[in-house]
């Protein structure tokens, strides 16, 4: 917020390019001795001031835009209504505070207490829609349930079947002492081998069996207030009592499929930091059965190749089938011992320390990947099978998403990729080896037909063999001449009006194309004519009369659109009617 009021205020003194950025060796000058990371991120860290400066122009500009169309009109001591300011914030993300400092120089207030008021309206819906789902009151139950029965013990690292008693079940949102087959309940017990979802990991499905010949079908685990694993589920057979005593089987093959996806994700987070350097940091995850998602922090997308050589680096680490070694720890002495804590993350006194790999760039040994966690993990990086980044994009600024698969969910995706690569190859008629050639020779192809197709246009509306054509006459001693056509895609038409304009040496020239159930309006105005007559004005005319909002461009070229193709013709009536007052 505080950097973008300075961009803010380096824009009304007349910067309309990037600046702070140039002032980052200023900064670590200054700072670096006391935040060494500082120096360390130098270039990160100016990358970062220089994409967000750009974003940010681009989204004072649009504010600014919309800002002089919500005030036009409006004299000294006027106040803007609040609706509209948060509107700005809102829809477009333009900041109250930049709305007030913009309108300060005009004297234009803004009334707070309705923005204010919106704002709080949107958190008040937002608060009833989270009420409203049932989570809210199911929420205020575990705080009961952890001080009366304490803490789950967690014993899934060591097994995946586990014997438990039942301390506390829940039904619609409320403790109850028993449930029969049927009921979807949340199960309770003193101990359990299913892992709670937590750190990104999502939670154990599997079987709880117990009671009176009871079979509950467990569909996920939650892990309530930190300490609490709560088991979701339906029963499907018998009935349980609280006291019961339950036997827990975890899902070995999902688990096995979860295992292998939270240990790549240490992998590639390790590839990500040597490859694209140490200011890359995980700023979230979810690990499931099927795929996982990991952000990280990055200011600019990741390169086709980088996403190869981060692939190579991780399958390279599969291959090797080293060993995956949990250690217990203290946090600083983790730390210290070179384990890579989460930025933001809390640890307890004592602290699991995951590591993995082999360095082979070194002689001594040392391991390719150290870092805290409390996930489930393989025993050795070849239980990975194999390691594939499926896409990469952008979920914030500075921020990156890839999806990865593995094992038996990376065969699935080669399958599919070799199945529709099959498939094009016979629609092309084509070896798959040939398949871009091919593909690329039909591009060419498809290009040079739209660019002969584009000539038959011009040829066609400047002849005036096409469309509703008019000739050329005069209203109010300016030459004129408009046409309404059809399927000519709005991309086209300033290069035809550009044309007519010459045809008509000096006057207006207007063109409405219908395609793809819109209309499209193109004003052209030869320059001698403009400083009498706007392409603009004419242009939002007719725009008005297909049901379009404005229009835009320059007083000699202008364009519009509408949704109503039946009222093509009207748009260009109400052009001439508009030149004509």
């Known amino acids: 917020r505080i950097m973008r009021r300075a961009m803010r205020h380096a824009n009304m003194m007349g910067c309309t390019e990037p600046l702070m950025y140039r002032l980052v060796p200023a900064l670590i000058t200054q700072m670096g001795q006391a935040y060494p990371d500082l120096v360390r991120a130098e270039a990160m860290i100016t990358e970062t001031f220089e994409l967000e400066e750009n974003r940010f122009i681009k989204t004072l500009e649009r504010g600014l835009k919309l800002l002089d169309e919500a005030t036009d009109g409006m004299d000294d001591g006027a106040q803007l209504d609040g609706e509209t300011a948060f509107k700005l914030y809102d829809t477009y993300g333009f900041p109250l505070d930049l709305t007030q400092d913009a309108l300060k120089s005009r004297k234009i207030d803004v009334n707070t207490d309705a923005f204010d008021a919106a704002m709080e309206r949107q958190r008040a819906d937002a608060r009833k829609a989270w009420a409203g789902s049932g989570d809210a009151a199911t ?30 079940l829940v039904r619609d949102g409320a403790q109850v002492d028993s449930a029969a087959k049927g009921d979807h309940v949340f199960v309770v017990t003193n101990q359990s081998p299913f892992y709670g979802e937590s750190g990104g990991q999502m939670g154990d499905a599997g079987v709880i069996r117990g009671g009176e010949s009871c079979i509950i079908e467990v569909s996920d685990t939650h892990k309530k207030l930190g300490q609490l694993h709560v088991h979701e589920g339906r029963i499907t057979e018998g009935s349980l009592t609280l006291g019961d005593v339950l036997v827990m089987t975890v899902d070995h093959d999902r688990r096995s499929a979860v295992r292998a996806n939270h240990s790549v994700t240490h992998l590639i987070h390790e590839a990500l930091r040597r490859r694209l350097g140490d200011h890359v940091n995980q700023k979230g995850s979810l690990v499931g059965p099927d795929r996982m998602r990991f952000d990280v922090s990055h200011p600019k ?39 890579m804590a989460l930025f933001g993350e809390k640890y307890g006194d004592e602290v699991r320390v995951v590591s993995m790999g082999l360095d082979e760039g070194q002689d001594n040994g ?109 209203i109010g001693g300016i030459k004129f001449t408009g046409r309404v056509l059809e399927d000519v895609p709005a991309r086209e038409l300033k290069s035809l009006a550009d044309d007519m304009k010459k045809q008509v040496g000096s006057g207006v020239v207007a063109l409405i194309s219908t395609d793809d159930g819109k209309v499209s309006l193109v004003v052209g105005v030869t320059e001698d004519l403009t400083g009498k007559i706007s392409a603009v004005d004419l242009v939002r005319a007719g725009s008005e009369a297909v049901g379009g909002k404005g229009g835009g461009g320059r007083p000699d070229m202008a364009q519009a659109g509408g949704p109503d193709v039946s009222k093509a013709k009207d748009a260009l009536a109400a052009i001439e009617a508009a030149l004509s007052s």
Not at 147 to 165: N, S
Not at 312 to 339: C, Y
Not at 426 to 442: H, I, S, T, Y
Not at 444 to 461: A, H, I, P, W, Y
């Open 139 to 168: 929420e205020g139950v575990w705080f009961g349930i952890l001080d009366a029965v304490g803490a789950t013990e967690f014993l899934g690292y060591d097994t995946e079947t586990a014997e438990g008693q039942l301390v506390a």
């Open 366 to 474: 040392s391991l390719y990947s150290t870092e805290l966690c409390g996930g489930t993990h393989v025993r050795r990086t070849g239980d990975i099978g194999i390691c594939k980044i499926v896409s990469e994009s952008a979920v914030a600024a500075g921020v990156r998403r890839i999806e990865v698969v593995t094992a038996k969910g990376a065969e699935a995706f080669f399958r599919a990729q070799d199945t529709v690569l099959h498939s094009v190859a016979g629609l092309l008629k084509a070896a798959p080896v040939d398949v871009a050639e091919r593909v690329q020779q039909l591009i060419e192809e498809r290009k040079r037909l739209e660019r002969e197709l584009s000539d038959v246009r011009r040829r066609m509306t400047t002849g005036g063999g096409a469309g509703e054509a008019e000739d050329v006459r005069e």
């Open 301 to 339: 997308p990741i390169t086709p190749e980088e996403i190869t050589l981060v692939e190579s680096d991780v399958n390279a680490q599969i291959r090797i089938n080293a060993d995956v070694t949990t250690r217990l720890m203290e946090p600083e002495a983790a730390i210290e011992a070179g384990a």
